[in-house]
């Protein structure tokens, strides 16, 4: 069975914008099935979790891969967290935010990976450092903001590399 990389995309964005295509390419050049989710006009992450739960019904979590950027680095979180996905790779997640503190779901008992620009002025670099240290997860920082646009090179090797621990695709 394929393993298959399922995209969240973040609040402004959509499920097929720059970061989601170049990570998808190196998905696919590993020889797995790539999904983006279309989030747009959700503005709260609980009806993303929701929305993200039935996409992923129709998948063997254990062939599974859940990639999120922003507000659904959060939601992939918190669907990894509901059943054992074989990984969690994500961008600049809205841990520990204003007013949803609460919500930041714990760490799923799968690899995972976190990447955050040191210059983020929309979700602190302070809050993936404080999860990854919570949880001990991997956290690469890099020098880019919130859009993590200057580092994509960066993003999609460590990336390629996150896919290859993970194992064989077929």
């Given at each position: 069975m394929t393993m298959t990389v399922v995209f969240s995309h973040g609040l402004e964005s959509g499920p097929w914008?720059?970061?989601?295509?170049?990570?998808?390419?190196v998905a696919r050049a590993a020889g797995m099935a790539v999904e983006s989710i279309d989030y747009q006009g959700m503005r709260e992450p609980g009806p993303?979790?929701?929305?993200?739960?039935?996409?992923?019904a129709d998948l063997a979590p254990s062939r599974t891969v859940l990639v999120g950027s922003s507000m659904c680095g959060h939601v992939a979180t918190a669907g990894a967290a509901q059943q054992s996905m074989a990984g969690l790779f994500v961008l600049a997640p809205a841990f520990y935010m204003p007013g949803y503190e609460s919500l930041t779901p714990q760490a799923p008992d799968c690899p995972m990976q976190i990447v955050h620009g040191w210059h983020d002025d929309v979700v602190p670099v302070d809050n993936s450092i404080r999860f990854a240290r919570t949880h001990q997860v991997t956290l690469h920082i890099v020098d880019s903001d919130h859009r993590l646009s200057s580092a994509l090179g960066q993003i999609t090797a460590q990336f390629g590399l996150f896919l290859a621990s993970l194992g064989s695709s077929g």
């Open positions: 914008g720059t970061k989601i295509n170049a990570m998808a390419d993303r979790v929701d929305k993200l739960a039935v996409a992923l």
